[in-house]
């Protein structure tokens, strides 16, 4: 009976001992777990953040580099004008909305294998119930929006852009109108060099701060256009 109380005595100090260490390990794995440093240079590490980072990035890029002539080439909404716009002997491309379809307006510029490259994104002034695009042509330095008050009366605005050294500037804006109550016609210029590639809200902004320079002309010395 000796011997039976003693085994009984020593597997029981064993088995607790053995159960206590095991507990023990656990607790500390969590801890170690929970405030292990993370090793930037760790290959499991770049592959969740680096990965990510780089995809985030291209994700916002994607805007600009999907842009592309062709998806506008056969669209009816836009129409498009082919001339040599920053002046370095490549015909290059301005795509703009249609009148009624929006204010959008692009220009690719060409290169010598045949390419166009998305390279300004602005606007072609149409207004929501107001002046609708009519035209763009080509400038010696670079082109001029021209857009028109559809309704009755006469109302016609020029901007006048650059794009030399594929610097687009706004340089001027030119607004004719007519008065038929008052007999006259106004010009007016406002003398704008503010760079396109700023965004549209400053661009209104400092239209609206530019005061115009007008001169009227009355009576006979002018005839309507239509």
Same mark, same amino acid.
């Given at each position: 009976?000796?011997?039976?109380?003693?085994?009984?005595?020593?597997?029981?100090?064993?088995?607790?001992?053995?159960?206590?260490?095991?507990?023990?390990?656990?607790?500390?794995?969590?801890?170690?777990?929970?405030?292990?440093?993370?090793?930037?240079?760790?290959?499991?590490?770049?592959?969740?953040?680096?990965?990510? %980072?780089?995809? $985030?990035? &291209?994700?916002?890029?994607? #805007?600009?580099?999907? *842009?592309?002539? !062709?998806? =506008? +080439?056969?669209?009816?909404?836009?129409?498009? %004008?082919?001339? $040599?716009? &920053?002046?370095?002997?490549? #015909?290059?491309?301005? *795509?703009?909305? !249609?009148? =009624? +379809?929006?204010?959008?307006?692009?220009?690719?510029?060409?290169?010598?294998? &045949?390419?166009?490259?998305?390279?300004?994104?602005?606007?072609?002034?149409?207004?929501?119930?107001?002046?609708?695009?009519?035209?763009?042509?080509?400038?010696?330095?670079?082109?001029?929006?021209?857009?028109?008050?559809?309704?009755?009366?006469?109302?016609?605005?020029?901007?006048?852009?650059?794009?030399?050294?594929?610097?687009?500037?706004?340089?001027?804006?030119?607004?004719?109108?007519?008065?038929?109550?008052?007999?006259?016609?106004?010009?007016?210029?406002?003398?704008?060099?503010?760079?396109?590639?700023?965004?549209?809200?400053?661009?209104?902004?400092?239209?609206?701060?530019?005061?115009?320079?007008?001169?009227?002309?009355?009576?006979?010395?002018?005839?309507?256009?239509?």
């Amino acid at each position: 009976m000796k011997k039976i109380f003693l085994y009984t005595a020593f597997f029981s100090v064993v088995f607790f001992s053995c159960k206590k260490t095991t507990v023990d390990n656990t607790a500390e794995d969590k801890t170690y777990a929970s405030s292990a440093t993370i090793n930037k240079n760790d290959t499991a590490y770049k592959e969740v953040f680096d990965v990510k %980072k780089s995809s $985030d990035y &291209n994700e916002k890029n994607d #805007k600009v580099s999907t *842009v592309n002539f !062709n998806q =506008y +080439s056969n669209n009816a909404n836009y129409f498009i %004008k082919t001339f $040599d716009v &920053n002046k370095d002997g490549i #015909k290059d491309k301005i *795509v703009s909305h !249609n009148r =009624y +379809s929006g204010d959008e307006l692009l220009i690719f510029l060409g290169d010598k294998n &045949n390419n166009y490259i998305f390279t300004l994104k602005s606007t072609n002034f149409s207004e929501g119930g107001g002046n609708q695009v009519t035209d763009i042509k080509e400038l010696n330095d670079g082109y001029e929006i021209v857009t028109q008050f559809p309704d009755r009366g006469y109302l016609e605005k020029s901007y006048l852009v650059s794009g030399k050294n594929n610097q687009f500037v706004l340089r001027k804006i030119k607004t004719e109108s007519d008065s038929w109550q008052d007999n006259y016609r106004e010009n007016c210029v406002q003398d704008i060099n503010f760079n396109l590639k700023k965004s549209t809200k400053e661009l209104y902004e400092t239209i609206s701060k530019t005061k115009p320079n007008c001169t009227k002309i009355s009576g006979n010395q002018y005839k309507v256009k239509k």
